[in-house]
C-alpha cells in the first residue's frame, strides 16, 4: 500500500522559513520526479518546484524562485521543500506528488498547511 506524508507545515511570520517535508512508502521513489504543488483558497493547484528522480535538474515557478529549494533523499524515499523570506501569497496547502510516467499515474500526499500572516 502506497503512502505520502507530508510534514513541516504551520504558522510563520512573513520573512520567516519553514521546512517541508514528504516521505514515500509502497512507490519506486527513486526513479521518478517529484513535485511540490500547492492551492491556495480560489486559486487552482500550482506546481511549486519539481526534481527529477536522479536529483537534478530542478524548476521552480518564477513566484518563488530563488526562495525555494527542492531536494531529495533517495536512501530515505523522501523529498523536501525549503521555503524561505515566506510572503502571505505563500499561504496554501502544500502537496508533495510523484509523477509514476510507465503507469501514467501521479501520487498526491494529503497536504500540509503552510500560512504565513502577521
Known amino acids: 500500500q502506497w503512502q505520502l506524508v507530508e510534514s513541516g507545515g504551520g504558522l510563520v511570520q512573513p520573512g520567516g522559513s519553514l521546512r517541508l517535508s514528504c516521505a514515500a512508502s509502497?512507490?519506486?521513489?527513486?526513479?521518478?520526479?517529484v513535485g511540490w504543488y500547492r492551492q491556495a483558497p480560489g486559486k487552482q493547484r500550482e506546481l511549486v518546484a519539481a526534481i527529477a528522480s536522479s536529483g537534478g535538474p530542478t524548476n521552480y515557478a518564477d513566484s518563488v524562485k530563488g526562495r525555494f529549494t527542492i531536494s531529495r533523499d533517495n536512501a530515505k524515499n523522501a523529498v523536501y521543500l525549503q521555503m524561505n523570506s515566506l510572503k502571505p501569497d505563500d499561504t496554501a496547502v502544500y502537496y508533495c506528488?510523484?509523477?509514476?510516467?510507465?503507469?501514467?499515474?501521479?501520487?498526491w500526499g494529503q497536504g500540509t498547511q503552510v500560512t504565513v500572516s502577521s
Open positions: 509502497g512507490i519506486r521513489f527513486s526513479t521518478h520526479s
Open positions: 506528488a510523484i509523477w509514476a510516467l510507465e503507469s501514467r499515474t501521479t501520487y
